[in-house]
């Protein structure tokens, strides 16, 4: 089986049992705003087009993804398949095919494994989620040595686009002031925010040194990701890690 050429297959060293994608728009059934790879049942697709998505990304993976409901939070459940449609915001695995998955569409997804491939996590980092602890969670709930965790930082929206009001840096910067350097300001009492360098000084508070991704803008690639804050209505993507 041959990968869609637009997944992402993370540029990270993890460990060979350590297996991880991250789905693109292109290449599936949807329609309109939905075009064409969405995988959530919950933005107004066609439930149809959204299962024959999901079946169509089955055939890679070694079992059915554990779908969560995700609310901005920071509950990381076990991967579980009786856990399905759990509301949290990430998932850990310790056992062979168990599919941790979130659904992103400018959010950003943080996927972790340990050195000895002996865990897996994933979480579902938007802005609300990474000022409450959800990266903070996921790492305690690997149940490892924080030294020994790698992180991989999947598209979300970019620095360069993502403007938000004070009250979004302010959540930030009240127990964090380093974090402050995570945010540009804009006219109007706005800000530029770097989703990506806030996952990395809260994984690095936590313990995690080694990060990679963290490079590729929704906002900006309409081809290849859906992004909520460019179009209102659209699909979302899937970061997906598990354990062989």
Known sequence: MTLPPD??????????RVR????????????????????????????????????ALRQFLPADPVWMKQV????????DPQAREEEADGAVAHAPGRVCAV???DCLSVLLADEAGSAVGIAHAGWRGLA???????????QVS????IAYLGPAIGAQVYEVGAEVRDAFAAGDPPALRAFAPRPGGKFLADLAMLARQRL?????????????????DSRRFYSYRREGATGRMASLIWLE
């Open 72 to 79: 901005h939070a920071t509950r990381i459940i076990a991967a």
């Open 103 to 105: 659904l992103t569409a």
């Open 7 to 16: 997944w992402i297959v993370p540029d990270w060293p993890a460990p060979p």
């Open 146 to 149: 924080c030294a020994s965790l």
């Open 132 to 142: 409450a602890g959800v990266v903070e969670n996921a790492v305690r709930a690997m």
């Open 204 to 220: 690095a508070r936590a313990g995690v040194s080694r990060v990679f991704g963290g490079t590729h803008c929704t906002y900006s």
């Open 20 to 55: 991880a994608l991250i789905t693109s728009r292109s290449g599936g059934t949807s329609r309109g705003p939905y075009a064409s790879f969405n995988l959530a049942a919950h933005v107004g697709d066609d439930p149809l087009a959204v299962a024959r998505n999901r079946d």
